[in-house]
């Protein structure tokens, strides 16, 4: 009888167990499981990480039943993903699926006022909503207590590349920013999110190659709709300057248009015999065949690549296979002939940064400016059982001596920084131009140097 009543119980037990996972938890414990073994089976870089994944993945995973509105799910599964802090990863999220009954979402970056910047490599707030600015540390002097680095979103990881996830929610919700001001002094601070649509646009940051023109406030389109949208050329008195913007293609059609596009404005600058500025600031990248086209225009000599891919298991792991692609990028005729500059900065990513080493190794061009991002690594998709797609680097790409940019980027020949303290003396328009004239000033006096 005793046996019976504790079987009788158990089954209820169970049963209401089972009755508390939703339809809605059912699902997103399949997002969750696909995002974490995409990750743990195709992502190469985990090794180089100080983290254990599979229990960090339990430790996220354990919190998605408590997740009560859609954004509060996407944050926790973008604060997984930005424990990696690695802006190649990302997520793109179908506008339906943030619906919270009916309620579209609003963006913290949609406040009236409140603004963020690319400066040294990190995420900094520059401007804050009237009457919402965060007391600073007492200690610190008017520079000092300006342009806080934003470190952390309600507690997750403030990358890039994830902004847009963790900046959408609830109109009206809180997010709570951490920040890091100039002495290194940690303080946290509240924001509201919109309740009502904002009266600007705001740019969407979901990925790296567009979002973060708009985040980082340089001079960039905010909206490129065509392949002559990605790349501008201007002749200058002493030098031709070809600044190409992104390598992303708004549609497959127009990626020929970009790539005679770009064939034109060198063939043009061969005809001026002049030396050449190629401005890759703010490139987050896009496909590599479009940068490597335009690296062969530049090349004395041929210049080898080589593809590492993660290992590969078939039949339950019984068997594994390793891919190594490696391929000789030939110079294509006519190739420039004068010497090349190329300014590159913090978000100089994917594509454009590999077109950067590409140069420096093959064509001995000058590379001006910041680090790149060190995201020099293929592209994997990943489809979500939501509709939503992961993305993330999903092989080494490797110069001849076994180098990668993953997480290293390309270095400049001659370092011209954006930093901070300046960004705080002279507000972030003036700051911003003199950085810009400081870049060219350098470009110039390195072509003129070289060609003597």
Not at 59 to 78: M, T, W
Not at 361 to 381: C, F, P, T, V
Not at 418 to 423: H, I, L, M, N, S
């Amino acid at each position: 009888m005793r046996s019976t009543v504790a079987l009788a119980l158990a089954t209820v037990l169970t049963a209401t167990a089972c009755s508390t996972v939703s339809g809605d938890t059912k699902q997103r414990l399949a997002v969750f499981d696909t995002v974490r073994d995409a990750i743990a089976r195709d992502y190469p870089f985990l090794g180089r990480k100080s983290l254990d994944w599979g229990e960090l993945s339990k430790q996220y995973r354990s919190a998605v039943g408590l997740a009560k509105h859609p954004s509060e799910f996407y944050h926790l599964l973008a604060g997984l993903l930005a424990e990696l802090d690695d802006r190649h990863v990302s997520l793109e999220i179908p506008a339906d699926n943030w619906l919270d009954d009916g309620v579209v979402p609003r963006r913290l970056d949609e406040l009236d006022g409140f603004r963020i910047a690319f400066i040294e490599g990190r995420v900094h707030v520059t401007a804050w909503p009237d009457g919402q600015a965060p007391i600073p540390p007492d200690h610190l002097d008017a520079a000092g207590a300006r342009i806080p680095e934003l470190v952390e979103i309600d507690r997750y990881r403030a990358v890039p590349s994830l902004l847009d996830v963790h900046f959408r929610g609830t109109p009206g919700a809180p997010a709570a920013l951490t920040l890091r001001w100039r002495d290194g002094t940690l303080s946290r601070h509240v924001l509201a999110r919109p309740s009502t649509p904002p009266t600007h646009l705001a740019a969407s940051s979901s990925n790296l190659a567009s979002g973060m023109y708009a985040h980082a406030e340089i001079d960039i389109p905010s909206a490129i709709t065509s392949a002559a949208d990605l790349y501008e050329f201007v002749e200058e008195r002493d030098f031709s300057l070809l600044r190409i913007r992104s390598f992303a293609t708004p549609a497959d059609k127009e990626r020929d248009q970009l790539a005679a596009g770009l064939d034109r404005a060198i063939d043009r600058a061969i005809e001026r015999d002049e030396p050449m500025i190629i401005d890759l600031r703010g490139n987050g990248g896009g496909l590599l065949g479009l940068a490597l086209g335009v690296c062969r225009r530049f090349l004395t000599e041929p210049l080898a690549i080589a593809f590492d891919e993660p290992d590969r298991s078939w039949l339950l792991g019984l068997f594994t296979f390793e891919t190594l692609v490696s391929q000789t990028i030939e110079p294509r005729e006519p190739v420039f002939p004068r010497r090349v500059a190329v300014l590159v900065d913090a978000l100089t990513a994917s594509a454009a940064e590999l077109l950067a080493r590409g140069l420096q190794d093959g064509a001995h061009a000058i590379l001006i400016g910041e680090r790149s991002a060190g995201l020099g690594a293929s592209r994997k998709e990943v489809p979500l059982p939501d509709g939503s797609v992961l993305r993330f680097g999903a092989g080494d790409i490797l110069d001849s001596r076994g180098n990668t940019l993953q997480d290293r980027g390309v270095l400049p020949d001659i370092p011209v920084r954006r930093t901070t303290t300046r960004f705080a003396e002279l507000g972030w328009q003036r700051a911003q131009h003199e950085w810009n004239r400081r870049c060219y000033d350098a470009a110039r006096e390195a072509l003129r140097t070289s060609e003597r």
